[in-house]
């Protein structure tokens, strides 16, 4: 872990030189205040951090690229703020990224919707150890809960579907346990207003079979 922390320290002082060097350079010849304007220029940055990017994300391919580029080691190795001589956030591409970034309409919701579920379980998982850890966070249950606490009107990222369904049938299969038959549709049935709460509905609780007189 030692070596790793080294080597990434060492790439990221790399990095910062390489983007102080390409500002120097683009800078060379220079006098006075036009030095000072030419290392604050956004432009002149934004070109030396691409380069700085093009240099650490070397040999990929495809979205592999992006995700290079946007990962936060790469972008706190070419937009330190202690190399650079003006506040590299204003520069889009040293901004951090956010996994709702670019989406629009539902499938922002969505996203956002299945992002607040992750940090709902995890808030809610607080202070578990080992395995505990585990268990707690793929709790089906758990999840659904905060599937409903924090429900969206669209159509629920996978996580909740999934989820909220094996809950309910979780239910269902304890309420009715050892039933029989046309009893244990009779059973389901009378069950729904207990396993079928929340705002979130599920296939299990829109069924509408007709039952037998």
């Given at each position: 872990?030692?070596?790793a922390l080294v080597l990434g320290l060492v790439v990221a002082l790399a990095s910062a030189e390489t983007v102080n060097d390409c500002i120097e350079s683009k800078c060379r010849g220079c006098g006075g205040e036009q030095c000072q304007l030419c290392r604050e220029d956004k432009n002149t940055i934004s070109a030396c951090v691409s380069s700085c990017m093009d240099t650490i994300c070397e040999g990929c391919g495809g979205e592999q690229c992006q995700l290079c580029r946007e990962d936060a080691k790469t972008i706190e190795?070419?937009?330190?703020e202690q190399v650079l001589a003006i506040v590299t956030a204003e520069i889009d591409m040293c901004k951090a990224k956010g996994p709702c970034d670019g989406l629009y309409g539902a499938e922002s919701l969505q996203c956002v919707w299945e992002e607040s579920v992750k940090t709902c379980v995890?808030?809610?998982?607080?202070?578990?150890?080992?395995?505990?850890c585990q268990l707690c966070r793929q709790d089906a249950g758990r999840i659904a809960s905060c599937c409903d606490d924090h429900?969206?009107?669209v159509d629920p990222p996978q996580i909740c579907k999934d989820s909220?369904?094996?809950a309910v049938t979780s239910c269902f299969d304890s309420k009715c346990r050892g039933c029989g038959g046309e009893q244990c549709q009779l059973c389901r049935e009378d069950a729904k207003s207990e396993c079928c709460t929340g705002a979130m509905r599920t296939p299990s609780c829109?069924?509408?079979k007709a039952l037998l007189p």
């Open positions: 872990m030692a070596r190795s070419c937009c330190s995890e808030t809610s998982c607080k202070g578990c150890a080992g395995e505990q429900y969206h009107s909220k369904e094996e829109e069924s509408s």
